[in-house]
């Protein structure tokens, strides 16, 4: 694999997807008929309801900003709610990545070698979201500090949020077409 094909894999703004090579088990085990197979239930449902979870605090937050700046919220309980919504997204999508790239992934990867290179992909994913997450977690401050009259930085926090919601949407779905029909196919032996 040329270095170039390698880097464009690995951007995760640049991405569409991942190639079809990675997403081989996905013909056998499409997203429609997950709920259905039998080995959903358990780790699978679990693993994605977090995944939903991060998808709605975002959703959350976006509306809530967006009300801010219509001047629809109070300037104050805004604040409280951007400060327990943002921590609770930052800190739980922070120890979801630790536990998939130190357990999940190394485990997973060696179930099928044909989507090793995905969990290389997803992995580094996670290192491009870290220093996101940091961009995000400076705007969300700088707007819970910010002068309750004033709306710059609050629309820098929408924008940085917009970014967030835009690049982890991919990552999950990404790694959602990933893990869960290896776990469909191999099981969730291993994973403990």
Excluded: C
């Excluded at 079809?20 to 959903?40: H, K």
């Excluded at 979201?129 to 910010?146: C, E, M, P, S, T």
């Excluded at 099981?187 to 403990?192: A, E, V």
Aim: glycine share 10%; hydrophobic share 40%; proline share 4%.
């Amino acid at each position: 694999m040329n270095d170039d094909f390698r880097m464009d894999l690995t951007r995760l703004g640049d991405r569409e997807g991942l190639p079809d090579a990675l997403r081989v088990l996905l013909g056998d085990y499409p997203r429609e008929s997950w709920a259905t197979d039998p080995g959903f239930d358990g780790l699978v449902r679990f693993w994605l309801d977090r995944h939903l979870m991060f998808r709605r605090l975002l959703d959350r937050i976006t509306s809530e900003t967006e009300a801010r700046l219509d001047g629809k919220t109070d300037p104050m309980l805004y604040k409280a709610h951007v400060s327990k919504l943002g921590s609770m997204l930052v800190g739980e999508l922070h120890g979801h990545h630790n536990i998939e790239d130190m357990h999940y992934f190394p485990v997973l990867a060696a179930k099928d070698s044909r989507i090793a290179r995905g969990f290389e992909i997803l992995d580094h994913d996670h290192h491009a979201l870290d220093g996101i997450l940091d961009r995000y977690v400076k705007a969300a401050n700088a707007a819970i500090k910010a002068d309750p009259q004033a709306t710059g930085e609050i629309g820098t926090f929408l924008d940085e949020t917009g970014t967030l919601r835009r690049l982890l949407s991919r990552h999950l779905i990404d790694e959602e077409e990933l893990v869960v029909p290896v776990i469909l196919k191999h099981g969730t032996g291993g994973l403990g």
